[in-house]
């Protein structure tokens, strides 16, 4: 019982968080999957937070919905090739 009570309150977590970041899914199922990845990295945070020897903390951000391949996808900076010229004058 108490497992169902700590999935409704990061189902509470998730809606608030959406809200608040003004996500919204194309359908249900995405929804679902989503509060899935959701509830595995709000996992992560407090797990992580709970490390006494860390020096930082974790916190819910705008990509706490995202899998670490698709944040990694979000948030790469695309640079194109560049060349440096250089002249040497002897």
């Keep these: 019982m108490s497992r169902s009570l700590q999935d409704a309150s ?3 977590k998730h809606k608030q968080w959406m809200a608040w970041y003004g996500r919204v899914y194309k359908d249900f199922e995405e929804e679902g999957q989503r509060l899935k990845i959701f509830k595995d990295n709000v996992e992560y945070i407090e797990s992580s937070n709970r490390d006494a020897k860390k020096r930082y903390k974790l916190a819910v951000n705008q990509f706490a919905d995202l ?3 698709e944040y990694v996808q979000a948030t790469q900076q695309i640079q194109e090739p560049y060349f440096l010229t250089c002249e040497i004058f002897l």
């Design 67 to 69: 899998t670490n391949e």
């Design 10 to 12: 990061i189902s509470e």
